[in-house]
């Protein structure tokens, strides 16, 4: 069973950096995307950022692009979404999700996290 754990979020003024960590277990493929949705009160989910496994090709939405980043690190299976000049309206629930096997299809999160929470608020 694939399980997604995360970690990080909290509090942050604005401009600040935060950096969430998802560690993902049980997975059988070689080949995954695995990234992070979030969201903000009232909205729907978005997706922020993801990332293909076996060639590390990424995705960002526009809002977010020249400020988010991903890293991985392969041995611990975690992915990190490193958030730098945080805005007020990056608020909001964060989530990790994956998609396996990968195909032609938008990333749309076959398994979750339980979600963290992060703040941007001076």
């Known amino acids: 069973e694939v399980q997604l754990v995360e970690s990080g979020g909290g509090l942050v003024q604005p401009g600040g950096s935060l950096r969430l960590a998802c560690t993902a277990s049980?997975?059988?493929?070689?080949?995954?995307?695995i990234g992070w949705f979030r969201q903000a009160p009232g909205k729907e989910r978005e997706g922020v950022a993801s990332i293909r496994w076996s060639n590390s090709n990424t995705y960002f939405t526009n809002p977010v692009k020249d400020r988010f980043s991903i890293a991985t690190d392969n041995a611990k299976k975690t992915v990190y979404l490193l958030m730098d000049s945080l805005k007020p309206e990056d608020t909001g629930i964060y989530y990790c999700?994956?998609?396996?096997?990968?195909?032609?299809?938008?990333?749309?999160?076959?398994?979750w996290g339980q979600g963290t929470q992060v703040t941007v608020s001076s």
């Open positions: 049980g997975v059988t493929d070689d080949d995954y995307v």
């Open positions: 999700a994956l998609d396996t096997p990968v195909t032609s299809r938008p990333f749309t999160g076959d398994y």
